[in-house]
Protein backbone atom coordinates (compact mmCIF):
# COMPACT_ATOMS: atom_id res chain seq x y z
CA UNK A 1 0.00 0.00 0.00
CA UNK A 2 2.92 2.06 0.63
CA UNK A 3 4.35 2.59 -2.55
CA UNK A 4 0.75 3.23 -4.05
CA UNK A 5 0.55 6.20 -1.61
CA UNK A 6 -2.98 5.73 -0.87
CA UNK A 7 -2.38 8.14 1.82
CA UNK A 8 -2.60 11.15 -0.28
CA UNK A 9 -5.82 9.94 -1.59
CA UNK A 10 -7.75 9.36 1.74
CA UNK A 11 -6.85 13.17 3.53
CA UNK A 12 -9.01 15.85 3.61
CA UNK A 13 -6.91 18.23 1.51
CA UNK A 14 -7.99 18.01 -1.85
CA UNK A 15 -11.79 17.28 -0.65
CA UNK A 16 -13.91 20.36 0.01
CA UNK A 17 -14.70 21.94 3.02
CA UNK A 18 -17.88 21.05 5.40
CA UNK A 19 -20.41 23.90 5.61
CA UNK A 20 -19.16 24.91 9.40
CA UNK A 21 -15.84 25.28 8.17
CA UNK A 22 -16.73 27.55 5.12
CA UNK A 23 -18.93 30.02 7.25
CA UNK A 24 -15.83 30.25 9.75
CA UNK A 25 -13.20 31.30 7.16
CA UNK A 26 -16.43 33.53 5.26
CA UNK A 27 -15.94 31.22 2.14
CA UNK A 28 -19.13 30.14 0.01
CA UNK A 29 -19.00 27.28 -1.95
CA UNK A 30 -21.89 26.62 -5.13
CA UNK A 31 -23.68 23.64 -4.71
CA UNK A 32 -22.12 22.68 -8.58
CA UNK A 33 -18.67 23.01 -7.26
CA UNK A 34 -19.89 20.45 -4.64
CA UNK A 35 -21.23 17.92 -6.73
CA UNK A 36 -17.89 18.47 -9.03
CA UNK A 37 -15.93 17.70 -5.78
CA UNK A 38 -17.84 14.47 -5.05
CA UNK A 39 -17.86 13.49 -8.36
CA UNK A 40 -14.28 13.97 -8.93
CA UNK A 41 -13.42 11.94 -5.50
CA UNK A 42 -15.37 8.82 -6.75
CA UNK A 43 -13.59 8.98 -9.69
CA UNK A 44 -10.25 8.70 -8.29
CA UNK A 45 -11.03 5.77 -5.68
CA UNK A 46 -13.10 3.87 -8.50
CA UNK A 47 -9.33 4.39 -10.91
CA UNK A 48 -7.55 3.42 -7.36
CA UNK A 49 -8.80 -0.16 -7.00
CA UNK A 50 -7.03 -1.12 -10.31
CA UNK A 51 -3.50 -2.00 -8.57
CA UNK A 52 -1.31 -0.62 -11.11
CA UNK A 53 -2.10 3.21 -10.46
CA UNK A 54 -0.91 5.03 -7.64
CA UNK A 55 -1.28 8.96 -6.36
CA UNK A 56 2.29 10.73 -7.38
CA UNK A 57 2.81 13.52 -4.70
CA UNK A 58 4.83 15.42 -6.72
CA UNK A 59 1.96 15.77 -9.63
CA UNK A 60 -1.36 17.98 -9.30
CA UNK A 61 -4.52 18.09 -11.40
CA UNK A 62 -6.19 21.31 -11.55
CA UNK A 63 -10.02 21.36 -12.73
CA UNK A 64 -12.30 24.69 -13.48
CA UNK A 65 -10.04 25.93 -15.31
CA UNK A 66 -11.50 29.24 -17.61
CA UNK A 67 -11.13 28.23 -21.29
CA UNK A 68 -9.32 31.80 -21.75
CA UNK A 69 -6.36 30.70 -20.15
CA UNK A 70 -3.47 29.37 -22.10
CA UNK A 71 -0.80 26.48 -20.93
CA UNK A 72 1.60 29.68 -19.77
CA UNK A 73 -1.35 31.11 -17.61
CA UNK A 74 -1.55 28.01 -15.50
CA UNK A 75 2.39 26.96 -15.13
CA UNK A 76 2.40 30.43 -13.90
CA UNK A 77 -0.46 30.10 -11.41
CA UNK A 78 0.41 27.01 -9.96
CA UNK A 79 4.02 28.19 -9.27
CA UNK A 80 2.94 31.53 -7.62
CA UNK A 81 1.11 29.19 -5.51
CA UNK A 82 3.93 26.75 -5.08
CA UNK A 83 5.75 30.11 -3.60
CA UNK A 84 2.96 30.74 -0.95
CA UNK A 85 0.89 33.49 -2.76
CA UNK A 86 -0.86 33.82 -6.31
CA UNK A 87 -0.41 37.80 -6.49
CA UNK A 88 3.34 37.84 -6.09
CA UNK A 89 6.11 37.55 -8.61
CA UNK A 90 7.81 34.28 -8.26
CA UNK A 91 11.49 33.98 -9.43
CA UNK A 92 13.01 31.30 -12.31
CA UNK A 93 14.95 29.24 -9.52
CA UNK A 94 11.69 28.67 -6.97
CA UNK A 95 9.17 26.32 -7.16
CA UNK A 96 10.43 24.70 -10.39
CA UNK A 97 8.49 22.37 -12.10
CA UNK A 98 9.31 19.35 -14.93
CA UNK A 99 5.33 19.86 -16.93
CA UNK A 100 2.43 21.24 -17.26
CA UNK A 101 -0.05 19.91 -20.31
CA UNK A 102 -3.25 22.05 -20.35
CA UNK A 103 -5.16 19.60 -21.92
CA UNK A 104 -7.08 20.12 -24.95
CA UNK A 105 -9.97 18.86 -27.23
CA UNK A 106 -8.70 16.63 -30.17
CA UNK A 107 -12.15 17.52 -32.30
CA UNK A 108 -11.44 19.26 -35.33
CA UNK A 109 -15.09 21.24 -35.03
CA UNK A 110 -14.22 22.51 -31.79
CA UNK A 111 -10.60 23.96 -33.25
CA UNK A 112 -8.65 22.82 -30.37
CA UNK A 113 -10.32 24.23 -27.29
CA UNK A 114 -9.33 23.87 -23.51
CA UNK A 115 -11.15 21.42 -21.83
CA UNK A 116 -10.93 22.79 -18.59
CA UNK A 117 -7.84 20.50 -16.41
CA UNK A 118 -4.45 20.69 -16.58
CA UNK A 119 -1.94 18.27 -14.94
CA UNK A 120 1.77 20.00 -13.25
CA UNK A 121 4.18 17.76 -12.57
CA UNK A 122 6.52 20.03 -9.99
CA UNK A 123 10.46 18.72 -9.34
CA UNK A 124 9.76 18.52 -5.53
CA UNK A 125 6.78 17.05 -3.72
CA UNK A 126 6.67 19.68 -0.84
CA UNK A 127 6.12 22.07 -3.84
CA UNK A 128 3.25 20.52 -4.79
CA UNK A 129 1.69 19.56 -1.70
CA UNK A 130 2.03 23.54 -1.29
CA UNK A 131 0.21 24.53 -4.68
CA UNK A 132 -2.67 22.09 -3.75
CA UNK A 133 -2.97 24.07 -0.17
CA UNK A 134 -2.49 27.36 -1.49
CA UNK A 135 -5.04 27.19 -5.24
CA UNK A 136 -7.49 24.66 -4.01
CA UNK A 137 -10.90 26.70 -3.34
CA UNK A 138 -8.89 30.14 -3.79
CA UNK A 139 -11.90 32.54 -4.37
CA UNK A 140 -10.07 34.74 -6.45
CA UNK A 141 -8.01 32.50 -9.10
CA UNK A 142 -10.70 32.26 -11.24
CA UNK A 143 -14.21 32.58 -10.30
CA UNK A 144 -16.37 33.11 -7.22
CA UNK A 145 -19.15 30.66 -8.26
CA UNK A 146 -16.37 28.26 -10.26
CA UNK A 147 -13.26 27.82 -7.84
CA UNK A 148 -10.42 25.70 -8.73
CA UNK A 149 -10.64 22.10 -7.66
CA UNK A 150 -7.14 21.00 -7.28
CA UNK A 151 -5.94 17.28 -6.40
CA UNK A 152 -3.05 14.60 -6.58
CA UNK A 153 -2.68 12.78 -9.69
CA UNK A 154 -3.40 9.02 -10.24
CA UNK A 155 -0.73 7.57 -12.76
CA UNK A 156 -0.62 4.25 -14.20
CA UNK A 157 2.75 2.23 -13.86
CA UNK A 158 2.26 0.21 -17.26
CA UNK A 159 1.87 3.62 -19.06
CA UNK A 160 4.67 5.44 -17.73
CA UNK A 161 6.80 2.31 -18.26
CA UNK A 162 5.78 2.86 -22.16
CA UNK A 163 7.03 6.58 -21.89
CA UNK A 164 10.20 6.07 -20.11
CA UNK A 165 11.02 3.03 -22.73
CA UNK A 166 9.96 5.40 -25.95
CA UNK A 167 12.40 8.21 -24.33
CA UNK A 168 15.26 5.99 -23.88
CA UNK A 169 14.56 4.80 -27.60
CA UNK A 170 14.20 8.41 -29.36
CA UNK A 171 17.39 9.35 -27.16
CA UNK A 172 19.60 6.61 -28.39
CA UNK A 173 18.28 7.22 -32.24
CA UNK A 174 19.61 11.08 -31.21
CA UNK A 175 22.90 9.31 -30.13
CA UNK A 176 23.35 7.39 -33.10
CA UNK A 177 22.08 10.11 -35.52
CA UNK A 178 24.81 12.80 -34.13
CA UNK A 179 27.49 9.84 -34.51
CA UNK A 180 26.54 9.14 -38.07
CA UNK A 181 27.07 13.06 -38.79
CA UNK A 182 30.48 12.53 -37.12
CA UNK A 183 31.72 9.84 -39.40
CA UNK A 184 30.18 11.68 -42.00
CA UNK A 185 32.40 15.14 -41.84
CA UNK A 186 35.31 13.27 -40.20
CA UNK A 187 35.36 14.89 -36.80
CA UNK A 188 36.47 12.83 -33.68
CA UNK A 189 34.06 11.89 -31.30
CA UNK A 190 33.64 13.89 -27.65
CA UNK A 191 35.46 10.81 -25.80
CA UNK A 192 38.13 9.72 -28.93
CA UNK A 193 41.15 11.52 -29.39
CA UNK A 194 42.25 12.95 -32.45
CA UNK A 195 45.62 11.45 -33.97
CA UNK A 196 47.84 13.69 -35.86
CA UNK A 197 47.49 13.60 -39.55
CA UNK A 198 50.19 14.27 -42.35
CA UNK A 199 50.45 17.01 -44.52
CA UNK A 200 49.32 15.39 -47.66
CA UNK A 201 46.43 13.67 -45.57
CA UNK A 202 45.34 17.15 -44.56
CA UNK A 203 45.28 18.09 -48.21
CA UNK A 204 43.54 15.20 -49.26
CA UNK A 205 40.52 16.48 -47.34
CA UNK A 206 40.91 19.92 -48.09
CA UNK A 207 40.27 19.29 -51.47
CA UNK A 208 36.94 16.82 -50.98
CA UNK A 209 35.89 19.53 -49.43
CA UNK A 210 36.54 21.77 -52.12
CA UNK A 211 34.81 19.16 -54.43
CA UNK A 212 31.86 18.92 -52.19
CA UNK A 213 31.59 22.73 -52.22
CA UNK A 214 31.51 22.89 -55.73
CA UNK A 215 29.09 19.90 -56.54
CA UNK A 216 26.37 21.83 -54.21
CA UNK A 217 27.29 25.18 -56.09
CA UNK A 218 26.58 23.44 -59.17
CA UNK A 219 23.13 22.32 -57.49
CA UNK A 220 21.95 25.29 -56.17
CA UNK A 221 22.32 27.25 -59.42
CA UNK A 222 20.46 24.61 -61.37
CA UNK A 223 18.12 24.83 -58.70
CA UNK A 224 17.83 28.73 -59.41
CA UNK A 225 18.27 28.56 -62.50
CA UNK A 226 17.17 25.31 -64.82
CA UNK A 227 17.38 26.92 -68.41
CA UNK A 228 21.11 27.01 -68.05
CA UNK A 229 21.22 23.27 -67.19
CA UNK A 230 19.17 22.97 -70.51
CA UNK A 231 21.22 24.39 -72.20
CA UNK A 232 24.54 22.95 -71.22
CA UNK A 233 22.75 19.09 -71.54
CA UNK A 234 21.49 20.46 -75.31
CA UNK A 235 25.19 21.44 -76.08
CA UNK A 236 27.28 18.38 -74.81
CA UNK A 237 25.09 16.14 -76.32
CA UNK A 238 24.96 18.10 -79.50
CA UNK A 239 28.87 18.03 -79.21
CA UNK A 240 29.01 14.21 -78.86
CA UNK A 241 26.95 13.01 -81.31
CA UNK A 242 28.25 11.35 -84.54
CA UNK A 243 27.76 12.84 -87.60
CA UNK A 244 24.63 11.29 -89.84
CA UNK A 245 25.77 8.94 -92.75
CA UNK A 246 24.85 9.17 -96.19
CA UNK A 247 21.98 6.35 -97.00
CA UNK A 248 23.43 3.83 -99.72
CA UNK A 249 21.82 3.23 -102.85
CA UNK A 250 20.70 -0.40 -102.62
CA UNK A 251 20.10 -2.30 -105.87
CA UNK A 252 16.10 -2.65 -107.07
CA UNK A 253 16.49 -6.53 -106.14
CA UNK A 254 16.65 -6.03 -102.34
CA UNK A 255 14.57 -2.99 -102.43
CA UNK A 256 11.03 -4.68 -103.29
CA UNK A 257 12.46 -7.14 -101.24
CA UNK A 258 9.56 -7.46 -97.60
CA UNK A 259 11.15 -6.12 -94.45
CA UNK A 260 12.28 -9.05 -91.96
CA UNK A 261 9.74 -9.57 -89.11
CA UNK A 262 11.88 -11.51 -86.87
CA UNK A 263 14.40 -10.79 -84.27
CA UNK A 264 17.52 -9.17 -85.24
CA UNK A 265 20.92 -9.73 -83.19
CA UNK A 266 22.30 -6.49 -82.36
CA UNK A 267 26.27 -5.95 -82.64
CA UNK A 268 28.17 -5.49 -79.70
CA UNK A 269 28.66 -7.51 -76.72
CA UNK A 270 24.99 -7.57 -75.29
CA UNK A 271 23.82 -8.92 -78.31
CA UNK A 272 26.35 -11.25 -79.25
CA UNK A 273 24.99 -14.96 -79.63
CA UNK A 274 26.90 -17.73 -76.78
CA UNK A 275 27.93 -20.64 -78.32
CA UNK A 276 26.85 -23.94 -76.36
CA UNK A 277 29.52 -25.57 -74.20
CA UNK A 278 29.08 -28.63 -75.94
CA UNK A 279 27.90 -29.94 -79.87
CA UNK A 280 25.13 -32.19 -80.45
CA UNK A 281 22.00 -32.82 -79.06
CA UNK A 282 21.35 -31.66 -75.17
CA UNK A 283 22.37 -33.97 -72.67
CA UNK A 284 19.71 -34.41 -70.26
CA UNK A 285 19.84 -35.94 -66.75
CA UNK A 286 18.03 -38.99 -67.74
CA UNK A 287 20.08 -39.81 -70.75
CA UNK A 288 23.67 -39.42 -68.69
CA UNK A 289 24.72 -43.61 -68.46
CA UNK A 290 23.34 -44.79 -72.00
CA UNK A 291 25.26 -41.80 -73.79
CA UNK A 292 28.71 -43.19 -71.75
CA UNK A 293 27.96 -46.44 -72.69
CA UNK A 294 27.55 -44.83 -76.41
CA UNK A 295 30.78 -43.11 -76.48
CA UNK A 296 32.84 -46.15 -75.05
CA UNK A 297 31.64 -48.22 -78.24
CA UNK A 298 32.38 -45.31 -81.06
CA UNK A 299 36.69 -45.15 -78.85
CA UNK A 300 36.86 -49.30 -79.77
CA UNK A 301 35.46 -49.17 -82.99
CA UNK A 302 38.49 -46.11 -83.66
CA UNK A 303 40.83 -47.78 -81.99
CA UNK A 304 40.08 -51.15 -84.28
CA UNK A 305 40.32 -48.71 -87.32
CA UNK A 306 43.66 -47.14 -85.91
CA UNK A 307 44.89 -50.66 -85.91
CA UNK A 308 44.04 -51.69 -89.49
CA UNK A 309 45.92 -49.08 -90.97
CA UNK A 310 48.82 -49.66 -89.47
CA UNK A 311 48.66 -53.66 -90.50
CA UNK A 312 47.80 -54.94 -86.82
CA UNK A 313 44.81 -57.77 -87.11
CA UNK A 314 43.51 -57.79 -83.38
CA UNK A 315 40.55 -60.31 -83.67
CA UNK A 316 39.01 -62.13 -80.58
CA UNK A 317 35.98 -64.07 -80.47
CA UNK A 318 33.43 -64.63 -77.67
CA UNK A 319 34.25 -67.28 -75.22
CA UNK A 320 37.73 -68.68 -77.03
CA UNK A 321 40.32 -69.97 -74.77
CA UNK A 322 43.60 -69.67 -75.66
CA UNK A 323 45.29 -72.27 -77.64
CA UNK A 324 48.18 -74.60 -76.75
CA UNK A 325 51.60 -74.60 -78.10
CA UNK A 326 52.54 -77.40 -80.14
CA UNK A 327 55.73 -79.69 -79.73
CA UNK A 328 58.50 -79.34 -81.78
CA UNK A 329 61.30 -82.48 -81.85
CA UNK A 330 63.80 -81.02 -83.19
CA UNK A 331 64.13 -79.16 -79.83
CA UNK A 332 63.64 -82.28 -77.59
CA UNK A 333 66.00 -84.24 -79.71
CA UNK A 334 68.96 -80.86 -78.92
CA UNK A 335 68.02 -80.88 -75.13
CA UNK A 336 68.82 -84.92 -74.86
CA UNK A 337 72.21 -84.17 -76.56
CA UNK A 338 73.15 -81.88 -73.82
CA UNK A 339 72.29 -84.09 -71.40
CA UNK A 340 73.97 -86.92 -72.41
CA UNK A 341 77.37 -85.23 -73.12
CA UNK A 342 77.16 -83.73 -70.04
CA UNK A 343 76.73 -87.31 -68.03
CA UNK A 344 79.47 -88.32 -69.96
CA UNK A 345 81.90 -85.45 -69.18
CA UNK A 346 81.25 -86.27 -65.13
CA UNK A 347 82.01 -90.11 -65.60
CA UNK A 348 85.30 -89.12 -66.82
CA UNK A 349 85.51 -86.79 -63.63
Same mark, same amino acid.
Request: aromatic share 4%.
Given at each position: ?5 IF? $? ?8 SA? @?? +????Q??? %?Q? #???R ?7 FQ?L?NMENF +? &????I?I? !? ?5 ? @???VH? =??RKA $? !? ?5 EV ?6 T??C?L? #?????E %?Q !??? =??F?F?K ?8 KALR??NN ?7 DK ?5 F? +? %?N $??? =????A?RH?R !?S???E?RK???AM?MN???P?Q?Q?R ?12 K???A???E *????D &?V?P @?R ?6 A ?6 P????P? +?Q??? %??D?? @? ?5 VQ?GI?G??K??K?T ?6 R??G ?14 K?? =????SV??K?E ?5 ? *???E??G ?6 S????I ?5 LL
Open positions: MSHRRF $ACSREPFAPT @ET +VALGEIS %ED #RTRQHFAELKKK +V &DPSKVH !NIPKSYS @EEDL =LA $A !NGDIKMGKRRSKESHM #RSTDP %E !NQS =LGAIFQNAADAMVLHPTAFFDRPIVEA +V %E $AKA =LKILDE !NKKILKMDSEPEGIKKRPWQIAREERKKRRARL *EANN &DH @EKIKATQHTQKNKAPKEA +VPAA %EQKP @EYAGIARAQLRSHGTKIRADRKITLQRQQEQKIKREN =LKKLTVKKGAKPK *EKKDPFDSLVAYKSKSAGLK
